[in-house]
């Protein structure tokens, strides 16, 4: 359930970070407080942004979004806009030096869907009965840099939309015929990801310290209950094997009523339920959907790579494997013969002679050589050294990265060294900057 992507919206998906941990530590991370009216009927936005110690030149914001007022600690502040590489109907807003200590902008507009490209407004939009937004509208004023923030949200909506994001609730009013609800983030990051709909139902679950919340609409709740139940057995597995991750405590799934792709923003994992009530009818249906988000909830470890730079490959190709070693024990064998079987498939119709760790997000193989590649590069490395010994180098990669908050490539094959010795590594490096693909173990 991976976007096909080309050009800028591939440049653009690196930016969709998943890393939330604050910028290094070499200063406190923006604070942003927003209030926003949403108006589904109209795709209006009419949005009041407030932003204190923001340290871009520039922040980026809907093309269609008229700013009516701009100003710093009291001082209006003059401001130019330019279109943006980020996104598709994205300008920058230059701030001039001076400005950027305290912001306080405001903002309105509409939202035709037949302004975007399909791929993005059929994930990302405001129309009768939806409205679910991140980064991809730019439907408030991001830093430019991407870098992280903190966030205060008021979102208000029409009374009979329940409205879900990625922070933690913070309070809940009706008022004038409208559903206000208030949001906290959890900790840094870099969006903010707000999904709203008529007739959104509720269902959680928890075992021990660790929460499962799944927002649905049409899935029966027999699919729900299940899914609930081997999320929490997905979770419980991987931080038994690499330890308690960043947003330990809390999966949240929303089943967005679209089709299209998802995407993860911790602990905020938004999916297609046109997609699940599709695939019900099809063989291993279900499964895939549990594997997907699995692998998104597997990003709530592997998520320490530049997602700019071709060393997402290791953010990418970790949650994939992950997801993939989870169906395995938790589906069964059948299962994950089949996605081995695809992956290869995939692997051999690589149309470029990229390397893995030199492909960029404009390629043509990003998907390939992102995801099924490394699936198949480390199951050779599980089946060579054995679970034992492959389950503890996952671990030394873990810790390596989050020490380091960072991964690189450089790290991987250290790791590699260190815990499987010079032959493992050879092997990974070949895999990762051969040209013409080989799948490692297979003559």
């Known amino acids: 359930m991976k976007p096909t992507l ?103 507009g509409e939202m035709n869907q037949d302004s975007y490209p399909p791929i993005l407004s059929a994930a990302n939009m405001i129309r009768p009965g939806l409205v679910e937004l991140a980064m991809y509208l730019t439907w408030y004023p991001r830093p430019a840099s991407g870098a992280v923030f903190t966030f205060d949200l008021n979102a208000d909506l029409p009374s009979d939309y329940v409205t879900v994001t990625n922070g933690t609730p913070a309070g809940k009013k009706e008022e ?51 899914m609930k139940t081997n999320l929490l057995r997905s979770m419980d597995r991987l931080t038994t094997l690499l330890g308690k991750p960043a947003a330990a405590g809390l999966i949240r799934v929303a089943y967005s009523p679209r089709q299209a792709w998802g995407y993860v923003r911790m602990p905020f994992i938004v999916v297609s339920e046109g997609n699940a009530l599709s695939w019900r009818s099809k063989e291993f249906g279900t499964a895939r959907d549990f594997r997907y988000l699995t692998h998104e909830i597997a990003h709530y470890w592997w998520k320490y790579a530049n997602m700019a730079t071709p060393d997402d490959w290791i953010n990418e190709g970790l949650a994939e494997y992950s997801a993939f070693m989870v169906s395995r024990e938790i589906v069964g064998k059948e299962f994950a013969d089949r996605l081995l079987v695809e992956c ?100």
């Open 344 to 443: 290869r498939e995939r692997a051999s119709q690589s149309k470029t002679a990229d390397p893995v760790a030199e492909t960029q997000a404009t390629s043509r193989d990003r998907e390939i050589n992102r995801y099924d590649k490394p699936v198949l590069l480390l199951n050779a490395l599980r089946v060579k050294y054995g679970d034992a010994k492959f389950d503890a180098f996952l671990r030394a990669l873990y810790s390596r990265f989050s020490s380091a908050n960072d991964a690189t490539t450089a790290m991987f094959l250290e790791v590699t060294r260190k815990e499987l010795g010079a032959e493992a590594r050879a092997m990974v490096q070949k895999a990762v900057y051969g040209k013409v693909w080989v799948e490692p173990g297979v003559q």
């Open 6 to 108: 080309t050009g800028v919206l591939l440049v653009a998906a690196a930016f969709a970070a998943i890393n939330t941990a604050d910028a290094q530590g070499k200063s406190p991370a923006p604070a942003y407080t927003l209030s926003v009216r949403i108006d589904p009927a109209a795709g209006r936005v009419e949005g009041k942004t407030e932003v204190r110690g923001l340290q871009d030149t520039a922040v980026m914001l809907n093309a269609a979004m008229e700013i009516s007022r701009f100003e710093s600690a009291g001082r209006a502040v003059p401001f130019t806009r330019k279109p943006s590489g980020f996104m598709p109907g994205t300008t920058e807003v230059l701030i001039p030096a001076g400005f950027r200590d305290s912001l306080l902008i405001e903002y309105a």
């Open 176 to 226: 004038n015929g409208r559903n206000i609800t208030q949001w906290k983030s959890y900790a840094p990051g870099n969006d903010i990801a707000l999904l709203a709909a008529p007739n959104l139902r509720r269902a959680d679950t928890s075992l021990g310290s660790v929460a499962v919340e799944i927002y649905y609409d049409k899935l029966p709740l027999t699919y729900v209950d299940s």
